[in-house]
């Protein structure tokens, strides 16, 4: 099956900086990428989606200027985690729909766990 | 708007039992209904679908669902469950219609803990 990868897997950062998260589809092309938040024994919350080529959508309540998202290319989108505050640290995954399968399932990438100390 | 119900937190079963794992639904049109499950630190890996036809969908690793409209469930089960079947499993839905952003929804998530 479609394999999606996350970089790094696991980050501790200072307060007030900035952590940059890439999420690579690797053997497919994701025109459509999600960014999800899990906190402990909760369930997926889902912040954006991610478009290749335009500005991502974000759900209500997500600060995008603090949430920055990217989607440069077919294969690649990045969230930066702006002036990362401890009440920031979840785990974060990210998503990929193939290209032209809408209704296809969601490729699921390994997650990275951001802790802000 | 769409959602999913999962009414259990945890179910425990023992090994080599049945393994049942409820999920409800509501949405606007149709649904697409999706079982994944999530090991301890890592993302999320799918199971299997419901897209249309057959309301018996069979998926990994031994598990299936039934697809039940009059009662908008999409239960997932395991005839004999093992012990490396303990994890976190979560059901959700995307609305066939596309004015719902495509986005899928996911229930709270229910633990299965299987026992030797």
């Known amino acids: 099956g479609a394999v999606v990868s996350q970089h790094p897997s696991r980050v501790i950062c200072k307060s007030g900086t900035s952590v940059k998260i890439e999420c690579r589809s690797l053997?497919?092309?994701?025109?459509?990428m999600f960014w999800y938040r899990q906190f402990p024994k909760q369930s997926l919350m889902l912040m954006a989606t991610s478009n290749e080529g335009s500005k991502a959508t974000y759900e209500q309540g997500v600060e995008k200027d603090k949430f920055l998202i990217n989607h440069a290319s077919l294969t690649l989108s990045t969230l930066t985690v702006t002036s990362a505050h401890p009440e920031d640290s979840s785990f974060y995954i990210c998503?990929?729909?193939?290209?032209?399968?809408?209704?296809?399932?969601?490729?699921f990438g390994p997650g990275t766990r951001l802790t802000v100390l | 708007a769409q959602s999913v119900a999962q009414p259990e937190d945890q179910v425990n079963v023992a090994e080599g039992n049945p393994l049942t794992v409820k999920c409800t639904y509501s949405?606007?049109?149709?649904?697409?209904l999706f079982w994944y499950v999530q090991y301890p630190n890592r993302g999320l890996q799918f199971l299997l679908k419901?897209?249309?036809?057959?309301?018996l969908v069979k998926g990994s690793y031994g598990f299936e669902a039934e697809f039940n409209k009059s009662q908008t469930s999409f239960h997932l089960k395991k005839p004999s469950a093992l012990v490396s079947d303990s994890a976190l499993y979560f059901c959700?839905?995307?609305?066939?219609?596309?004015?719902?952003?495509?986005?899928?929804?996911f229930g709270g998530g229910t633990r299965v803990l299987v026992k030797p």
């Open positions: 419901y897209i249309t036809g057959d309301n």
């Open positions: 959700a839905v995307r609305d066939y219609i596309k004015a719902a952003g495509n986005k899928l929804t």
């Open positions: 053997d497919f092309q994701a025109t459509t």
């Open positions: 949405v606007s049109g149709n649904p697409y």
């Open positions: 998503s990929a729909r193939v290209s032209g399968q809408l209704y296809n399932e969601q490729f």
